[in-house]
């Protein structure tokens, strides 16, 4: 069976700082990995993707992660803060091929000026 | 090219009558999933379709709850008789077919503005 675990529901930053968003999968297959942002009351926009390529996605809007194998981590983190990133962030595994995705519950982001 | 539509945007519905979501996937795109989010929570798997089949529902409750994908037109999720535990984002998802050609297949999910749903 296939989980995300989103280790903190809230984070809360200063604007400028670095943002960390932690995020841990189990996975019985190699997995594609995502991270998904939604801002109030909007659909889901997709950050970045990791599908066994490269281990380090650039994304958009300055979003990176890492996928580490050994840790089953794959933590979104962005160097600078901005008010525009304060949203719900999920972290998302799909197992294989045109499979269901599997969410993580979710991090809220907030940007404090 | 329109991404993902569904409509209507926003649905009020009193308890005991039915609701009607649709969805209209990207173009292209035959693979159409269907998600449920409640308050403070992220999005679960209900169903997943291709034209004209269900491939997999086993996220969708057993009782009131249907979904189809035509060969023509739009997805619908319907919820008949509608209960106040209903009330929630409904968001649909479509991906493409076929595998790329080059590197691994990423099946990558493109998702709609959703329907929130109120039941009164």
């Known amino acids: 069976a296939q989980s995300v675990t989103q280790l903190d529901s809230h984070v809360s930053v200063s604007e400028g700082t670095p943002v960390l968003l932690r995020c841990n999968y189990s996975s019985s297959y190699s997995p594609s990995l995502f991270w998904y942002v939604q801002h109030p009351n909007k659909g889901l926009q997709l950050l970045l993707k990791y599908t066994s390529a490269a281990t380090l996605v650039k994304g958009i809007n300055g979003f990176e992660a890492e996928f580490k194998k050994s840790e089953t981590s794959f933590h979104l983190t962005k160097p600078s803060a901005h008010m525009s990133d304060a949203a719900e962030y999920f972290c998302v595994v799909s197992p294989e091929g045109n499979t269901p995705l599997v969410f993580g519950k979710g991090t809220r982001l907030s940007v404090i000026a | 090219n329109a991404g993902v539509m569904q409509n209507p945007r926003h649905l009020v519905r009193r308890r005991g009558q039915e609701a009607r979501l649709r969805c209209s996937p990207m173009?292209?795109?035959?693979?159409v999933y269907w998600y449920r989010q409640l308050p403070e929570e992220g999005l679960k798997f209900m169903v997943y379709l291709q034209k004209e089949n269900i491939i997999d529902e086993s996220g969708m409750p057993k009782e009131r709850f249907s979904a189809e994908f035509p060969k023509e037109g739009p997805s619908i999720l319907r919820i008949q008789q509608v209960v106040r535990g209903d009330s929630a984002a409904y968001f649909c998802?479509?991906?493409?077919?076929?595998?790329?050609?080059?590197?691994?297949?990423?099946?990558?999910?493109?998702f709609g503005p959703g329907t929130r749903l109120t039941v009164t």
């Open positions: 998802a479509s991906s493409l077919a076929a595998r790329t050609r080059t590197g691994p297949p990423s099946y990558e999910q493109y």
């Open positions: 173009k292209g795109h035959s693979h």
